[in-house]
């Protein structure tokens, strides 16, 4: 059991080791490259070593390439297991040929012959309609059997219901409809399936239909036992009839479940991750992700975190001329294949054109089992990543595509295109470059494009301030003060008509410390952040900081990723402002100067639910840039809570605010390093004392990333 359980991060353990009877029903909101397909079937290990029978366990999924994919995963380690793993339709299939109390499923529906799902001529179809005087704008062949259809549409239409029971000729829809119905309509069926199936796990939850949904709630019934990992940021698969809503209700539908995000990403450098997570911006709080970063791969492409690029092309041949060399040059340079190049379109006309014209360039072309560059639409390569994506067309009427219909459905086809291109951008594993030519030949004719609106999600660059250093300092104290002001009457408001507070504020408290950065010109670059993919956060945390200024806060809250409290000294209370938002994050006071002070923070510190805190162990700022001795009280918090201790270094921030010189861009570092479980050293080692062990420890490893 413990080895299923290695190299998991803590939010995917806390999803393998869910318990349903506790937890009730489970929701998994995965990330982009965030691992959900090893949680899924290490899900399925852990029940299975858990004494769970086999059999009893539903996994779905939507194609047959990535149920085999499941399978062989949770076989390596139970061989033959039984596992019913399977796609949407074979499972109905199979449900409709299983032995009833009364009969097959399939004759208990009235059916002569067993279904055999069948492509179907839409004419003969057709026919049968104009035969019982139905229009075709009435119903769709898949919706046949389907019981939300009018009542006169449903009662001219069951000679054509009666035809199929009588050959078997389904087509794939139907034997979802066949489904529910023989659940909902006949109980010994019901009973016999939910009885069989007593914990069900679905994969792609955000691409489900209604139909599929009712399928899950019929099987499940009034049970906990639903286990849902999908990612409403990539549900790109409307047009095929997929409901967004199933994922975005699923806490209503299921108002005692739980949630869990996983946002470590193990694909992607943390560059291109800045852009994916900036695609959504303005969404609700509830279901927003932060992807982090927890690739660390040491190959040079990927150690130099490249920004990604924006192309602008006065034509589609000077567009291919760049692209020619690019490749050559990186194939060069960094000993790559040309399979680890990808193209992605929004169209396949677009495709088509770049796989000519890079053939006619002496290119090869990515097809199954060769060594080409791989050019695909953004829909065939979701699943899929590359080292280097080049997204091409970036363009109004390309990406996004163009959205017709009245207003609802125009906002809603943009939505759809806006999580395309988020699934396009994390495709990109260390290089991305979009592509934005002005001018093209498109549908037969020579066409002026606009940039895409997406194009807004890129990072401005930084530009030099050419103010005096000292209306430089005023102007960046009256921004950050207005900001702080100006959000303290938003979280009013959100607090007397909204939810969710602690989600609002968590994002709140990210944007603030960006803006921070662009105010005072800090470039911003963080070391080993993928490190704290390894930490617990549903243990106690104490974060070891060395201290040179007051931006330290806004950088620490940024190389984290989330917000956290600060042990801080009880006279910064007095700063107006300042003191309201330190009490939302969690920031204890200390009375430095009062006998018991320290003990009056620690048990402040205990009454909160999960302790978690940054400690600036030298006590006061460093002038000088160099480590001074630690104090322990921060220490011995985090031996009395057994936490994780994770020291981070900063350099540069002191010269970029108290030590500056002038206003132009300055740079900032930040260094995380190996954490420190005491939970886990003082169950291998016994309680060692702090200043013979964990100190010195720490002190070293700070020391060493200096």
Same mark, same amino acid.
């Given at each position: 059991?413990?080895?299923?359980?290695?190299?998991?991060?803590?939010?995917?353990?806390?999803?393998?080791?869910?318990?349903?009877?506790?937890?009730?029903?489970?929701?998994?909101?995965?990330?982009?490259?965030?691992?959900?397909?090893?949680?899924?079937?290490?899900?399925?290990?852990?029940?299975?070593?858990?004494?769970?029978?086999?059999?009893?366990?539903?996994?779905?999924?939507?194609?047959?390439?990535?149920?085999?994919?499941?399978?062989?995963?949770?076989?390596?380690?139970?061989?033959?297991?039984?596992?019913?793993?399977?796609?949407?339709?074979?499972?109905?299939?199979?449900?409709?040929?299983?032995?009833?109390?009364?009969?097959?499923?399939?004759?208990?529906?009235?059916?002569?012959?067993?279904?055999?799902?069948?492509?179907?001529?839409?004419?003969?179809?057709?026919?049968?309609?104009?035969?019982?005087?139905?229009?075709?704008?009435?119903?769709?062949?898949?919706?046949?059997?389907?019981?939300?259809?009018?009542?006169?549409?449903?009662?001219?239409?069951?000679?054509?219901?009666?035809?199929?029971?009588?050959?078997?000729?389904?087509?794939?829809?139907?034997?979802?409809?066949?489904?529910?119905?023989?659940?909902?309509?006949?109980?010994?069926?019901?009973?016999?399936?939910?009885?069989?199936?007593?914990?069900?796990?679905?994969?792609?939850?955000?691409?489900?239909?209604?139909?599929?949904?009712?399928?899950?709630?019929?099987?499940?019934?009034?049970?906990?036992?639903?286990?849902?990992?999908?990612?409403?940021?990539?549900?790109?698969?409307?047009?095929?009839?997929?409901?967004?809503?199933?994922?975005?209700?699923?806490?209503?539908?299921?108002?005692?479940?739980?949630?869990?995000?996983?946002?470590?990403?193990?694909?992607?450098?943390?560059?291109?991750?800045?852009?994916?997570?900036?695609?959504?911006?303005?969404?609700?709080?509830?279901?927003?992700?932060?992807?982090?970063?927890?690739?660390?791969?040491?190959?040079?492409?990927?150690?130099?975190?490249?920004?990604?690029?924006?192309?602008?092309?006065?034509?589609?041949?000077?567009?291919?001329? #760049?692209?020619?060399?690019?490749?050559? *040059?990186? =194939? /060069?340079? &960094?000993?790559?294949?040309?399979?680890?190049? %990808?193209? @992605? !379109?929004?169209?396949?006309?677009?495709?088509?054109?770049?796989?000519?014209?890079?053939?006619?360039?002496?290119?090869?072309?990515?097809?199954?089992?060769?060594?080409?560059?791989?050019?695909?639409?953004?829909?065939?390569?979701?699943?899929?990543?590359?080292?280097?994506?080049?997204?091409?067309?970036?363009?109004?009427?390309?990406?996004?595509?163009?959205?017709?219909?009245?207003?609802?459905? #125009?906002?809603?086809?943009?939505?759809? *295109?806006? =999580? /395309?291109? &988020?699934?396009?951008?994390?495709?990109?594993? %260390?290089? @991305? !470059?979009?592509?934005?030519?002005?001018?093209?030949?498109?549908?037969?004719?020579?066409?002026?494009?606009?940039?895409?609106?997406?194009?807004?999600?890129?990072?401005?660059?930084?530009?030099?301030?050419?103010?005096?250093?000292?209306?430089?300092?005023?102007?960046?104290?009256?921004?950050?003060?207005?900001?702080?002001?100006?959000?303290?009457?938003?979280?009013?408001?959100?607090?007397?008509?909204?939810?969710?507070?602690?989600?609002?504020?968590? =994002?709140?408290?990210?944007?603030?410390?960006?803006?921070?950065?662009?105010? @005072?010109?800090?470039?911003?670059?963080?070391?080993?952040?993928?490190?704290?993919?390894?930490?617990?956060?549903?243990?106690?945390?104490?974060?070891?900081?060395?201290?040179?200024?007051?931006?330290?806060?806004?950088?620490?809250?940024?190389?984290?990723?989330?917000?956290?409290?600060?042990?801080?000294?009880?006279?910064?209370?007095?700063?107006?402002?300042?003191?309201?938002?330190?009490?939302?994050?969690?920031?204890?006071?200390?009375?430095?100067?009062?006998?018991?002070?320290?003990?009056?923070?620690?048990?402040?510190?205990?009454?909160?639910?999960?302790?978690?805190?940054?400690?600036?162990?030298?006590?006061?700022?460093?002038?000088?840039?160099?480590?001074?001795?630690?104090?322990?009280?921060?220490?011995?918090?985090?031996?009395?809570?057994?936490?994780?201790?994770?020291?981070?270094?900063?350099?540069?921030?002191?010269?970029?605010?108290?030590?500056?010189?002038?206003?132009?861009?300055?740079?900032?570092?930040?260094?995380?390093?190996?954490?420190?479980?005491?939970?886990?050293?003082?169950?291998?080692?016994?309680?060692?004392?702090?200043?013979?062990?964990?100190?010195?420890?720490?002190?070293?490893?700070?020391?060493?990333?200096?």
């Amino acid at each position: 059991m413990h080895t299923i359980l290695n190299g998991l991060n803590a939010d995917q353990r806390a999803a393998v080791l869910h318990n349903h009877e506790t937890g009730n029903q489970l929701l998994i909101l995965a990330g982009a490259g965030s691992g959900k397909t090893s949680v899924l079937t290490k899900r399925i290990q852990y029940r299975i070593g858990s004494g769970v029978n086999p059999t009893s366990i539903l996994a779905l999924t939507f194609t047959d390439l990535a149920a085999r994919e499941m399978r062989e995963r949770v076989e390596k380690l139970y061989p033959n297991s039984g596992v019913k793993l399977c796609t949407f339709h074979s499972l109905a299939l199979s449900l409709l040929k299983e032995e009833y109390p009364s009969g097959k499923g399939f004759e208990l529906l009235g059916f002569k012959k067993a279904p055999t799902p069948k492509e179907l001529s839409g004419n003969d179809f057709l026919c049968d309609l104009a035969e019982v005087g139905v229009q075709a704008k009435d119903i769709s062949r898949d919706e046949l059997f389907s019981d939300s259809l009018s009542s006169s549409v449903f009662k001219k239409t069951g000679i054509c219901r009666q035809k199929i029971k009588e050959t078997g000729e389904v087509v794939f829809e139907d034997l979802i409809y066949l489904a529910i119905a023989l659940i909902e309509k006949f109980q010994e069926a019901r009973i016999v399936l939910q009885d069989k199936f007593q914990e069900i796990l679905v994969d792609e939850y955000q691409d489900i239909n209604p139909s599929q949904y009712r399928l899950v709630r019929a099987l499940l019934g009034e049970r906990k036992s639903l286990f849902a990992v999908g990612d409403d940021d990539q549900a790109i698969y409307g047009f095929r009839g997929a409901d967004i809503g199933n994922i975005l209700r699923f806490r209503k539908d299921f108002q005692a479940s739980t949630l869990i995000r996983l946002e470590w990403n193990y694909r992607s450098v943390p560059q291109v991750l800045y852009l994916a997570n900036r695609i959504f911006v303005n969404k609700p709080p509830l279901l927003r992700k932060v992807l982090r970063a927890g690739n660390r791969r040491q190959d040079e492409l990927f150690l130099e975190n490249r920004i990604p690029e924006f192309w602008e092309s006065d034509c589609a041949r000077e567009e291919i001329r #760049r692209l020619s060399v690019r490749i050559q *040059e990186m =194939r /060069l340079d &960094y000993n790559l294949k040309y399979s680890d190049f %990808a193209i @992605l !379109v929004r169209y396949n006309r677009q495709r088509e054109y770049y796989e000519m014209v890079l053939q006619d360039a002496g290119f090869p072309i990515w097809t199954e089992n060769s060594d080409g560059i791989q050019v695909m639409t953004v829909h065939a390569s979701k699943g899929l990543q590359f080292p280097v994506v080049f997204y091409a067309g970036l363009a109004e009427g390309l990406t996004p595509g163009k959205c017709e219909g009245n207003r609802k459905k #125009r906002k809603n086809q943009l939505a759809e *295109e806006r =999580r /395309l291109f &988020y699934v396009g951008v994390t495709r990109a594993e %260390a290089v @991305l !470059v979009l592509l934005y030519c002005k001018e093209r030949f498109w549908k037969g004719k020579k066409v002026l494009f606009r940039p895409s609106q997406f194009l807004t999600c890129l990072e401005q660059p930084l530009k030099d301030s050419k103010m005096p250093l000292l209306l430089f300092k005023i102007f960046v104290v009256i921004k950050a003060l207005a900001y702080m002001a100006y959000a303290i009457v938003q979280i009013t408001f959100r607090r007397v008509f909204f939810r969710e507070i602690p989600q609002w504020l968590e =994002r709140r408290v990210q944007e603030f410390s960006e803006f921070c950065m662009r105010i @005072l010109r800090i470039n911003l670059h963080i070391e080993n952040q993928s490190l704290l993919a390894k930490v617990d956060w549903s243990r106690p945390v104490v974060i070891i900081a060395n201290h040179q200024s007051y931006s330290d806060i806004p950088v620490v809250f940024l190389t984290l990723g989330r917000s956290i409290g600060f042990l801080a000294k009880y006279e910064l209370k007095r700063i107006p402002f300042l003191n309201f938002w330190m009490k939302q994050l969690g920031c204890v006071f200390i009375r430095r100067k009062t006998s018991g002070g320290g003990k009056e923070a620690q048990q402040e510190l205990l009454d909160s639910q999960v302790p978690r805190i940054v400690v600036f162990p030298e006590g006061t700022r460093s002038k000088d840039s160099k480590l001074h001795p630690f104090k322990s009280g921060g220490f011995r918090l985090a031996a009395d809570w057994q936490a994780t201790i994770i020291p981070i270094v900063i350099r540069g921030t002191r010269s970029a605010w108290e030590a500056r010189k002038d206003s132009k861009i300055t740079s900032v570092n930040v260094n995380v390093c190996e954490p420190l479980d005491l939970k886990e050293v003082f169950e291998k080692e016994g309680k060692l004392k702090i200043r013979d062990f964990v100190i010195p420890e720490v002190r070293t490893r700070m020391e060493q990333a200096l």
